[in-house]
């Protein structure tokens, strides 16, 4: 996580580490809560609550009744 948080690309974690596939490093790679407001703000997207789910009533009333 220290590379990562580093700016480490994956790939070269995953050469460095040793693993065939790009899938086995990512596995060990969870993006802690920093790392995901970075990409927002990086994206260009932060404070943009607009794009929020909402609910209507019916599916409101299907979740009350599961």
Do not use: C
Request: charge should be neutral.
């Amino acid at each position: 996580m220290k590379l990562l948080q580093s700016g480490v690309d994956l790939l070269t974690i995953q050469a460095w580490l040793g693993h065939a596939q790009v899938a086995t490093t990512h596995r060990y790679a969870a993006a802690d809560v920093e790392m995901m407001r970075n990409g927002l703000e990086k994206a260009g997207i932060e404070g943009t609550y607009g794009a929020r789910f909402r609910p209507t009533d019916a599916v409101l009333q299907l979740l009350n009744s599961i």
